[in-house]
């Protein structure tokens, strides 16, 4: 099984109640623990001090570990932080920067087409994935302007979400959702009779959560070794190649 | 992978480990209004159980939660139904004392009940107040467990106000349900003031480095294993304990030596888990 974790970092938080993975090697390394063989990761200074920071170190610290793959967080155009579309697109495809994230909450801007429409435009014929949190509400709404955008909702749990975005997988084909903090017994077993496993991707939360919590999760779940594939790094590839920068 | 834990690498294997059985000591049962759940009865339940390797779990009813009486005759049936398999907590509920009394009046170790189970948060009570005093009284004259909901942030059930109770009744073996969550400084050092109070894991688990620390700081003869099913994948909680970095004798503490240990009194005659 070829693990790919789609939700990772590193990077020396403001403050962590437990571990800290401080730099790309050590999460090389913690990746290698856990028998995992790729990250799309973020570095943690985009969260907390903004993309204009995060952006580039996440780029520059990955440098050379050819297993992380680095992705970049957006702001709204009309402030200039992040130079115009043309120019952040144009980084990306340098950089190669196959997926975003967003922080609308941290970051203080909505995820919608008044923000972001000519973005989400091009994230969406490019079909570059957008990595958001579980704002569901927020989800909704951007899905009904950008219904065919590939977004992957990560870190949703631990309570059950599956009251939200079930109705969400039923309606919009290129909405996924991660393991990262998927805990609900039965629940991957579940999602994958009802909606097949494409619409699944294995991610650790990492640093944040545990990085064996998901993966012995996934690894176990009583589906078959096919689909488990898929979950564990087959659907994030697909993704992947399918971007066209 | 490089994690060489013998007991991490037959879990990711088989789903389970023949020697480290794990014994979960804070679960549910039946629906709850706030989730979904795939598999909420004992039929599921033990599915998972077995998928696990968890040979035994300490429930108690989510109906009991909200109907004390009803919910605590449930699971009594449920543990009648299955014995070795499912053990229990009685739920009291503060907001009616005299019903709350008869609860603990009911209170039955044949019946294979360990103890009492408090949701401060639940039932907006603090676990401090003196309506829980009987429950406490009565566990502490006769041995019993206590788990306790407890959360960082709360006005109920955070870590200051379960060390108050902790000091005030040594005689009771109190477990912290969810370890506080979110204030770990104070839980850990709750955990490790007090001889009778055990961090128990459930949701604690899923932070990265918690594990490690609280085995550093409290040590793993203070942890127990629980997952609140039929909530919680039991194999979330135990692969964040296969890939921490402690020991497998660690592992073997907190994943069942520590609960076999609290439930020896209740299960020699004959509800031993299997």
């Known amino acids: 099984m070829e693990w790919f974790d789609c939700h990772a970092g590193f990077g020396v938080p403001v403050k962590s109640p437990g571990g800290v993975i401080a730099s790309a090697q050590e999460l090389v390394e913690e990746l290698d623990f856990c028998g995992v063989a790729e990250g799309l990761v973020y570095h943690a200074s985009v969260v907390e001090q903004g993309p204009e920071v995060g952006n580039q170190r996440v780029v520059e610290e990955t440098e050379g570990e050819p297993r992380l793959h680095a992705t970049w967080a957006m702001l709204p155009a009309q402030t200039g932080e992040l130079g115009t579309m043309e120019q952040f697109l144009a980084g990306m495809r340098e950089h190669g920067v196959r997926a975003l994230r967003a922080y609308p909450e941290q970051h203080r801007y909505l995820l919608n087409g008044v923000t972001f429409g000519p973005l989400l435009e091009e994230l969406t014929g490019r079909r570059i994935p957008l990595l958001v949190g579980p704002d569901w509400k927020g989800i909704t709404s951007l899905l009904a302007e950008f219904p065919e955008l590939t977004l992957i909702v990560v870190r949703h749990g631990s309570w059950g979400d599956d009251r939200y975005f079930r109705p969400l997988l039923e309606r919009y084909r290129n909405l996924h959702v991660d393991t990262s903090n998927y805990q609900i017994d039965h629940g991957i077993e579940d999602v994958v009779r009802k909606y097949g496993p494409e619409r699944l991707l294995y991610g650790s939360g990492s640093p944040e959560l545990q990085m064996g919590a998901a993966l012995l999760t996934t690894a176990q779940a009583d589906i078959d070794d096919d689909a488990k594939a898929a979950i564990a790094g087959g659907n994030l590839r697909r993704l992947l190649a399918e971007v066209k920068l | ?274």
């Not at chain 2, 490089?2 to 690498?9: D, G, H, P, Q, T």
């Not at chain 2, 490690?212 to 942890?223: H, L, Q, T």
């Open chain 2, 1 to 274: 992978m490089k994690n060489s834990s013998a007991i991490a690498r037959e879990f990711m294997a088989r789903g389970k480990c023949e020697a480290c059985p794990v014994v979960d000591m804070h679960g549910h049962y039946g629906a709850y209004r706030v989730m979904y759940f795939p598999r909420p009865y004992a039929e599921g339940m033990l599915a998972t159980m077995d998928r696990c390797g968890v040979s035994c779990i300490v429930c108690s009813s989510h109906t009991g939660l909200v109907d004390a009486g009803r919910g605590n005759a449930e699971m009594a049936r449920v543990i009648e139904e299955h014995p070795g398999r499912f053990l229990g907590y009685r739920v009291v509920n503060p907001n009616y004392p005299e019903q709350a009394a008869e609860e603990v009046g009911r209170f039955s170790r044949e019946a294979g009940f360990v103890g009492f189970k408090f949701h401060p948060d639940g039932h907006t009570y603090p676990i401090t107040g003196e309506r829980y005093v009987p429950a406490l009284e009565y566990a502490a004259e006769h041995k019993l467990l206590v788990l306790t909901h407890t959360w960082g942030d709360s006005q109920y059930d955070n870590p200051t106000m379960f060390g108050e109770v902790a000091a005030k009744h040594p005689g009771v073996t109190l477990l912290m349900g969810h370890s506080a969550y979110g204030k770990w400084d104070d839980a850990l050092a709750v955990a490790r003031d007090h001889d009778n109070v055990y961090l128990e894991l459930t949701a604690a688990y899923e932070i990265g480095g918690i594990i490690e620390r609280m085995v550093r700081e409290v040590g793993s003869r203070k942890i127990v294993f629980g997952t609140d099913l039929p909530w919680f994948d039991p194999h979330y909680g135990i692969g964040a304990i296969c890939f921490s970095r402690i020991t497998d004798e660690d592992r073997h503490d907190i994943l069942h030596r520590n609960a076999e240990r609290l439930l020896e009194p209740f299960v020699a005659g004959g509800r031993r888990a299997r």
